[in-house]
């Protein structure tokens, strides 16, 4: 069985899977399953405040997920795949504990192979937290990543440039981080409009 397939069997059981995004090392699970959604939390010891990331293969998965305006299409359009985070208000689909009580949800679709093929084959979004200790130094090789975890993916050493996170509902940038001058031009766009 490929390392893909193991990852799905792992994830369906509501365990952990690190694998590899075009940034870091993400800690994957089921991000409709709230057991799944809690063994992340615990696993990184990351307070319950603090909302969690989902990773998603495509704008249709992202939709379903979350309200996309059109200013958010036009971004999602423009920049998506690649190492961005969008947040977006919530669909009451997705477990509350993601949102951190926001009612907000960040997206991605990593520009990654691996990770978008794990995702296409568990048919589902996968939290897209970094594969560390809450607060801890990105994981960009696998000799970073600390914590507990199920079934590990490698894939080298990444770029290790976080992701721009982006609030599309607000228009602001939350964190720069790779390609964050792209984004800041967009969102000034965006506001002149």
Known sequence: MDRIQEA????????????PTDTIYGL?????SDEAVMEVYEAKHRPLAKPISI???????????AVVTPVAEQFIEQ??????????KAKKILPEVLTGGTGMIGLRI????????????????????????????????INDVHVRYDLLIDAGR???????????????MIRPGEKAAEAA?????????
């Open 79 to 88: 920049f998506l795949p690649g190492p961005f985070t969008v947040v977006l």
């Open 28 to 32: 994957g699970a089921d991000a409709l």
């Open 8 to 19: 799905v069997k792992v994830l369906h059981r509501d365990g952990l899977v690190v694998y």
């Open 110 to 141: 990593p520009a990654h192979p691996i990770a978008l093929e794990l995702i296409r084959e568990f048919d589902g979004p996968i939290t897209a937290t970094s594969a560390n200790l809450s607060g801890g130094k990105d994981p960009v090789t």
């Open 55 to 65: 990773a998603v293969s495509d704008r249709d998965m992202l939709a379903a997920l």
């Open 158 to 172: 990444l770029t290790g440039l976080p992701s721009t996170v982006v609030d599309l509902v607000d228009m602001r």
């Open 185 to 193: 031009a967009f969102l000034r766009g965006a506001r002149c409009d």
